[in-house]
């Protein structure tokens, strides 16, 4: 089962930032948190991860709460091509797979 | 960096026939290859783990014996689907991970989508 919890669904205007929220209250010391993205019949891309400070990268922000219970990737600019399936998923460092939940579909608005 | 190349994108053939869907690491080794399953509207599902040598370690409900997977080195794994049926088309994805001990994330090919007639 997955650990985390999205909401299914979410619209953005282009050129606004994207807030993707989650939630990982059961999640522990050595998880960390990892954000990819599935476009249409496309395999997953990996956007960012971090384990408890806040990361950012050429593609988004990601912020996670000072308790680590949550986060929320952060698009600054949403363009019409970050239509996609969100997901969150928590994984500890190690030879584990990633396990995906049901994610956020967001829908980038012109 | 860490590119996973998937082949063939896109399988059409009849009911019985076995498929073979090739995954390889371009730029780095991995140690590690899964394969997920994903079916219309749903999520991607873990089929099976596979290291480099060593047998696959498959999910719960999924046969081994249907879905023969060999990781022969550390840049290439393949999944067969043997005697396929029309409940088995979906999209297989395949993704890889270099150090197994770290944190650094599973790098994704582009999926097969496959279709049984």
């Known amino acids: 089962d997955a650990k985390t919890t999205q909401p299914p669904s979410m619209d953005c205007a282009e050129g606004r930032a994207a807030n993707l929220p989650c939630n990982h209250s059961t999640i522990s010391g050595n998880e960390y948190v990892y954000w990819y993205r599935q476009i249409h019949s496309q395999g997953p891309q990996y956007i960012i991860h971090g384990l408890k400070n806040n990361e950012t990268n050429e593609m988004a922000s990601l912020i996670i709460t000072e308790d680590r219970k949550s986060s929320t990737l952060i698009l600054p600019h949403a363009t019409l091509r970050d239509t996609a399936v969100y997901y969150c998923i928590v994984r500890v460092a190690g030879n584990t797979p990633l396990v995906f939940g049901k994610g956020t579909r967001l829908s980038v608005i012109a | 960096g860490a590119v996973v190349s998937q082949h063939p994108s896109r399988v059409i053939c009849k009911s019985g026939t076995s498929v073979k869907i090739e995954c390889r690491s371009l730029d780095f080794q991995a140690t590690t290859m899964f394969w997920y399953r994903q079916f219309p509207k749903q999520s991607l599902m873990l089929m099976a783990t596979?290291?480099?040598?060593?047998?696959?370690?498959?999910e719960q409900g999924v046969e081994k014996d249907k879905f023969l997977i060999n990781h022969a080195s550390l840049t290439l794994s393949t999944l067969t689907v043997t005697s396929a049926h029309p409940e088995d088309s979906s999209f297989y994805i395949c993704?890889?991970?270099?150090?197994?001990?770290?944190?650094?994330?599973?790098?994704f090919g582009d999926g097969t989508r496959l279709s049984i007639l």
């Open positions: 596979s290291n480099e040598g060593s047998k696959a370690t498959y």
């Open positions: 993704s890889a991970r270099g150090d197994w001990s770290s944190n650094q994330p599973q790098h």
